[in-house]
């Protein structure tokens, strides 16, 4: 079953504003990572963080994980009309598990 | 170096007939995966591989069958095609467990 659930399941917002997408998974993780998808094609990887780091930036890209609470969060800071698209967070577990996706939150940002 | 590449992009099937997707990495990867999308349902994991001749199932196997003879290639063989199977299909690859995966850009087939 899947293990990340993302919250919420779409989110529309206006240009130049914060979009933040949040992650919930149920057992322990090796780490989370999130990754972009546009529409019809491939997922592209955005961030990893490990399960030993809070928080991790990359570019407009800000990931914060709390273990305590099996929870992550992406937040993307003055959104453009090209970050529409479908986030998802997969997370590793411990072992040789393979990575497990959540079902994705679709992002609209509106010019 | 072209990365995960994935053969055919369409494929439209009768329901019984049976067909091999291809899968291809140039990044001498170790892990491969298959996954299926469907709308509203996110990506299910439906077999990966941690090695050459080493292969497990995901979540959704059944129908489905895999082999891993080399480091580069990981087909996807559809038994006998149900219209349940309509879906896109990617293949990724990475490094190891734990690393950052590469997608293809996906096989949209449609059983009749």
């Known amino acids: 079953s899947q293990q990340g659930e993302e919250d919420p399941q779409a989110l529309s917002i206006q240009e130049g504003e914060n979009a933040t997408m949040n992650c919930s998974y149920k057992?322990?993780?090796?780490?989370l990572q999130w990754y972009r998808q546009n529409s019809g094609r491939g997922l592209v990887h955005l961030i990893l963080i490990r399960s030993n780091e809070r928080e991790k930036h990359s570019g407009r890209l800000r990931v914060t994980l709390d273990t305590s609470k099996k929870s992550s969060s992406l937040l993307i800071t003055a959104s453009r009309a090209a970050d529409t698209a479908s986030y998802f967070c997969?997370?590793?577990?411990?072992?040789?598990?393979?990575?497990?996706f959540g079902k994705g939150t679709r992002l609209s940002v509106i010019a | 170096n072209a990365g995960v590449t994935q053969t055919p992009k369409f494929q439209v099937l009768k329901t019984g007939q049976s067909m091999t997707l291809q899968c291809a990495q140039d990044m001498n990867h170790e892990y491969m995966s298959w996954y299926r999308q469907d709308p509203g349902m996110g990506l299910r994991l439906i077999h990966y591989?941690?090695?050459?001749?080493?292969?497990d199932q995901g979540e959704v196997p059944n129908g489905y069958n895999v082999s891993r003879s080399t480091t580069e290639d990981f087909p996807l063989r559809l038994l006998s095609a149900a219209p349940s199977q309509t879906s896109v299909y990617f293949c990724?690859?990475?490094?190891?467990?734990?690393?950052?995966?590469?997608f293809g850009p996906g096989t949209r087939l449609l059983v009749l």
């Open positions: 057992t322990s993780i090796n780490n």
């Open positions: 997969a997370t590793d577990g411990r072992g040789n598990t393979p990575l497990v």
């Open positions: 990724a690859s990475r490094p190891r467990v734990a690393e950052t995966q590469y």
């Open positions: 591989s941690v090695g050459a001749g080493i292969t």
